[in-house]
C-alpha cells in the first residue's frame, strides 16, 4: 500500500540531544512537509521542500533542519537548540487531485524531552 | 495571506446532519478550500475540496458560498466514529498551507 511512514511513534530524548525524525513515502510525492503540533493547537508548518534539493523554512523552522537527498525520504532533526521540542510532529506530501494540492500525512511521531 | 477561522467547538446528536462552518473572507480567487479531520493523536484525514463549486463525495458535502468568504462542511448522517477536530484550511504563498485551530465536532448518542 502506498503511504507515509513516520519513525519512530514515540522517542523520548534527554535534553540537548539532537534527534532525527524519519519521514518516508512511496507515493512518488514530489512536495513534502513537516509539522508541529502542540496539545490543543493547529498544525504550524516548520519546513517544506517542494523538490529534491531543496528545501524552504515554514513559520518554525528555528531550532529544527531537514534534508531532501532524495524524492521519497524527508527527514526532520530537532536540534539541541530548539527550546521547546516536546510535541507531536507530522509529516505529509502533495499530490494533484482535480486541479487542487491534497496533502496526505503519516500517522505522526511524538517527542517527549526529559 | 488567506487565514480561516472556525467555533472551537459544536456537538450535534447522532444521526442528525453536521453543519461546520469556516470563514476565509481573505481568500483570492484561484485558492482552493480544503477540509481535513484529525482524531486524537493521529495524522488528519483528507475529506473535501473545493474552488467555486459545491462538492460531495462519500464522506460529506461542502458548500462554499458565492463570494467564496466562507464555506460549510456537512456531515449528512454524523456517527460517533465522526467526532474529531475538523479543519478548513487554504493554501497560500509558496505551496504553504494554512491550519488554523479547528473545530471540535463531538457526536452524542
Known amino acids: 500500500d502506498g503511504g507515509i511512514t513516520q519513525s519512530p511513534k514515540y522517542l523520548f530524548r534527554k535534553e540537548g540531544q539532537n534527534v532525527t525524525l524519519s519521514c518516508e513515502q512511496n507515493?512518488?510525492?514530489?512536495?513534502m512537509y513537516w509539522y508541529r503540533q502542540d496539545p490543543g493547537q493547529g498544525l504550524r508548518l516548520i519546513y517544506y521542500?517542494?523538490?529534491?534539493?531543496?528545501?524552504q523554512k515554514g513559520d518554525i523552522a528555528e531550532g529544527y533542519s531537514v534534508s531532501r537527498e532524495k524524492k521519497e525520504s524527508f527527514p526532520l532533526t530537532v536540534t539541541s537548540a530548539q527550546k521547546n521540542p516536546t510535541a507531536f510532529y507530522l509529516c505529509?506530501?502533495?499530490?494533484?487531485?482535480?486541479?487542487?494540492?491534497?496533502?496526505?500525512f503519516g500517522a505522526g511521531s511524538r517527542l517527549t524531552v526529559l | 495571506d488567506a487565514k480561516t477561522t472556525q467555533p472551537t467547538s459544536m456537538d450535534c446528536a447522532e444521526g442528525r446532519a453536521a453543519n461546520l462552518p469556516c470563514n476565509h473572507s481573505?481568500?483570492?480567487?484561484?485558492?482552493?478550500v480544503y477540509w481535513y479531520r484529525q482524531i486524537h493523536s493521529q495524522g488528519p484525514q483528507y475529506i473535501i475540496h473545493?474552488?467555486?463549486n459545491n462538492e460531495t463525495n462519500e464522506m460529506a458535502s461542502l458548500i462554499i458560498t458565492e463570494d467564496r468568504k466562507s464555506s460549510t462542511l456537512i456531515l449528512p448522517h454524523a456517527t460517533l466514529r465522526d467526532t474529531a477536530v475538523y479543519y478548513c484550511?487554504?493554501?497560500?504563498?509558496?505551496?504553504?498551507?494554512?491550519f488554523g485551530t479547528g473545530t471540535s465536532l463531538t457526536v452524542i448518542p
Open positions: 521542500s517542494q523538490i529534491v534539493n531543496d528545501f
Open positions: 473545493g474552488l467555486k
Open positions: 484550511i487554504v493554501r497560500f504563498t509558496g505551496n504553504q498551507f494554512y
Open positions: 507515493l512518488n510525492h514530489d512536495a
Open positions: 505529509a506530501s502533495t499530490s494533484r487531485v482535480r486541479g487542487a494540492n491534497v496533502l496526505t
Open positions: 481573505t481568500i483570492s480567487g484561484n485558492e482552493y
